[in-house]
């Protein structure tokens, strides 16, 4: 009976794949795509820009020679260009991040209310954040001009001589910095608007029972709150800030005297109008070590204030 039993079961094998190995498969298959994009676009160009850095590459002759980390001691050590650069790029971001994060605090607290209109407001405030960059610099170039421009053609009619904005080298990079205010506080805003429509109004309601102002309720309720989204907004902004590109090679060109040469076009100069691809290469390099070191001071204070 047992004998024939045997005949009848078929011989049932192991699988050849556990069902733990089977479901850790099926989740780098799903990861891969994201995983192999990160691998091919972020990874790859970045050890690309490291090698280069330690080069000296021609991009007209076409010749290269490993350096190895000169052209990091002649921009650190030998050119008083990269000190200038760098203090534009640090005033360019002081005066940046602050005002683009109390304008869109201020707007974000303006527009967190329902009332008539105001899917409208947000609409106009957040639409430059959609418009090409280039046509927003040009357009902004036209109306700072000297005294043919729109803005000092306005404060004529009030008796205040504006100066020309982007030819004086005290007024053009507060220029550059306003214009790019105006043009990114609209994604801010949203954040902004977002965190503050996920707080539960049950505790803006039991402070005002307590007899709290608007005042207190926004510094002992409502700011605190949002300290995990202004976290996201400070690095975000301050990133921004140093990678800022099109509004100075467009309204300025890094002018006028240098006064608004920051290290992203400083980059874009040596590596594609004097072809000096090593040497961009490690300028790139230190600026991506700039912005890392400051987002990990960022969130380090974020940490520290929150224990």
């Given at each position: 009976m047992t004998e024939r039993a045997n005949a009848v079961t078929p011989n049932r094998q192991k699988p050849w794949l556990t069902l733990k190995m089977r479901e850790m498969m099926e989740a780098w298959l799903f990861v891969s795509p994201t995983f192999i994009g990160f691998l091919i676009f972020f990874l790859g160009p970045l050890f690309a820009v490291m090698y280069y850095s330690l080069t000296e590459w021609n991009l007209l002759t076409q010749q290269a020679a490993f350096v190895g980390v000169a052209n990091y001691e002649n921009a650190?050590?030998?050119?008083?260009?990269?000190?200038?650069?760098?203090?534009?790029?640090?005033?360019?971001?002081?005066?940046?991040?602050?005002?683009?994060?109390?304008?869109?605090?201020?707007?974000?607290?303006?527009?967190?209310?329902?009332?008539?209109?105001?899917?409208?407001?947000?609409?106009?405030?957040?639409a430059p954040v959609i418009t090409s960059?280039?046509?927003?610099?040009?357009?902004?170039?036209?109306?700072?001009?000297?005294?043919?421009?729109?803005?000092?053609?306005?404060?004529?009619?009030?008796?205040?001589?504006?100066?020309?904005?982007?030819?004086?080298?005290?007024?053009?990079?507060?220029?550059?910095?306003?214009?790019?205010?105006?043009?990114?506080?609209?994604?801010?805003?949203?954040?902004?608007?977002?965190?503050?429509?996920?707080?539960?109004?049950?505790?803006?309601?039991?402070?005002?029972?307590?007899?709290?102002?608007?005042?207190?309720?926004?510094?002992?309720v409502t700011w605190p709150l949002l300290a995990p989204t202004t976290l996201v907004i400070m690095v975000i902004t301050t990133i921004g800030s140093f990678k800022v590109f099109d509004h100075i090679y467009q309204m300025t060109g890094g002018g006028p005297e240098n006064g608004t040469l920051v290290l992203a076009f400083y980059i874009y100069q040596q590596g594609f109008k004097f072809f000096n691809i090593g040497?961009?290469?490690a300028l790139a390099m230190i600026m991506f070590v700039i912005v890392m070191a400051l987002t990990l001071v960022q969130v380090m204070l974020r940490r520290k204030g929150a224990q």
């Open positions: 650190l050590l030998d050119n008083p260009d990269f000190w200038l650069v760098v203090r534009n790029s640090v005033i360019f971001a002081i005066g940046l991040v602050p005002l683009n994060m109390a304008l869109a605090l201020g707007l974000a607290l303006a527009l967190s209310r329902p009332f008539f209109g105001v899917v409208f407001f947000r609409t106009v405030f957040f960059a280039i046509a927003w610099a040009i357009v902004w170039k036209f109306l700072l001009q000297g005294e043919g421009g729109f803005i000092n053609q306005i404060l004529a009619t009030v008796g205040v001589t504006g100066p020309n904005w982007l030819r004086e080298p005290n007024w053009a990079m507060a220029a550059v910095i306003v214009t790019r205010v105006i043009k990114m506080v609209g994604l801010n805003m949203i954040l902004y608007l977002a965190a503050l429509q996920a707080i539960p109004r049950d505790y803006e309601d039991a402070a005002r029972l307590e007899g709290a102002s608007r005042r207190q309720i926004f510094a002992m040497y961009a290469s």
